[in-house]
């Protein structure tokens, strides 16, 4: 029999990678008397509940899209509720969400815990594992937008190899996404293990470590959530919506999440002064401080006590100016 989702504690269902690092490097915009950090993907809250245990001063704004791991991050910030804004929304919504919870329209330190969560891959309804059955769904928010299976019964052949090429990086895109038309011609693609077998029939002998069909999930659960174009949107909002002295964290899961995070932190950070100008004016000077060099990894450890963190790469940054 399973377990009734809110008869479990949300601390079980996942571990929150590089939780130490993040608070390490988000605790210092943090110690002001009114404070206020903003976790854009709260998922079960543990980044949060270790931020506003290591600042007392702070409070949060928990932002998700997705319902349930809101319901579950409330149940496990119980004890700091006093403390938590609990908001349903999606992160490229943040300007509002600031404007409307944060302290004079601005936040001092935000995080982005890219990609899907352990709630929602583990859950057999969701629809986003291609290891076990479910309707093919992969919304992370339930309560809108297209399944993974209507799109699928709408989209035509060159969108499909396109999405499969540019969100999964699957060098046999064209080959799936005719296999995949071909079948639902016949009747429609509903389920994960019916999308999944189909790639697995499909693919070239011995070219695929692991599952063939992981790219085409990957390609379809960001089609279907829009996560690099909201991304794309919500990074410099963020960056806008910080205090001087502010922090931003992001955990990227990806290299497609991680080309987009590096990129806007590299043109905030550095100078817009032609290269000749012998005085740098005060708009041309970098708008932010990156605080890690590159990307950061988590240690061999935690990877081996929680493989979720075996992709992960960090970035931080500090605010240094108000935008000209």
């Known amino acids: 029999m399973t377990t009734p989702r809110h008869a479990i504690d949300p601390a079980d269902l996942h571990i929150s990678v590089l939780r130490d690092r993040c608070v390490e490097l ?6 002001n008397p009114g404070s206020v950090y903003l976790d854009a993907t ?16 702070a409070r949060a704004v928990c932002i998700d899209r997705d319902t349930e791991a809101l319901d579950l991050a409330g149940q496990r910030l ?14 490229d919504e943040l300007p509002r969400v600031v404007a409307e919870h944060g302290r004079d329209g601005r936040v001092d330190a935000i995080l982005f815990d890219l990609g899907v969560s ?7 309804d969701r629809g986003f594992a291609y290891s076990r059955p479910a309707p093919l769904d992969m919304r992370m928010d339930q309560t809108r937008g297209a399944t993974a299976a209507e799109l699928l019964a709408r989209i035509d052949l060159g969108e499909l190899t396109s999405l499969l090429r540019l969100y999964g990086e699957e060098p046999h895109a ?11 011609a016949e009747r429609p693609i509903e389920t994960t293990d019916d999308l999944a077998g189909l790639i697995q029939t499909a693919a070239p002998r011995g070219e695929h470590r692991g599952h063939p069909a992981k790219r085409v999930f990957q390609a379809l659960r960001i089609a279907v959530n829009g996560e690099l174009e909201v991304l794309a949107r919500a990074l410099p909002a963020a960056i806008d919506s910080l205090r001087v002295g502010g922090r931003l964290v992001v955990l990227s899961f990806q290299s497609l999440e991680d080309r987009i995070v590096k990129r806007t932190f590299v043109k905030a950070s550095t100078s817009s002064a032609p290269p000749d100008m012998p005085v740098l004016r005060p708009e041309d000077a970098p708008l932010l401080r990156t605080l890690v060099r590159g990307a950061e990894q988590a240690g061999t450890e935690e990877r081996a006590h929680n493989p979720r963190s075996a992709s992960v790469r ?5 605010k240094m100016r108000e935008r000209s």
């Open 26 to 31: 988000l605790a210092p915009a943090l110690q």
């Open 174 to 184: 064209r080959r799936y996404a005719r296999v995949i038309l071909d079948r639902q």
């Open 118 to 124: 352990s709630l929602q891959l583990d859950d057999e």
């Open 314 to 318: 960090l970035r931080a940054v500090e």
């Open 42 to 57: 709260t998922g079960l809250g543990g980044h949060t509940e270790a931020v506003l245990q290591a600042c007392p001063n």
């Open 78 to 91: 119980a004890p700091l509720s006093d403390r938590v804004d609990l908001v349903h929304a999606v992160f």
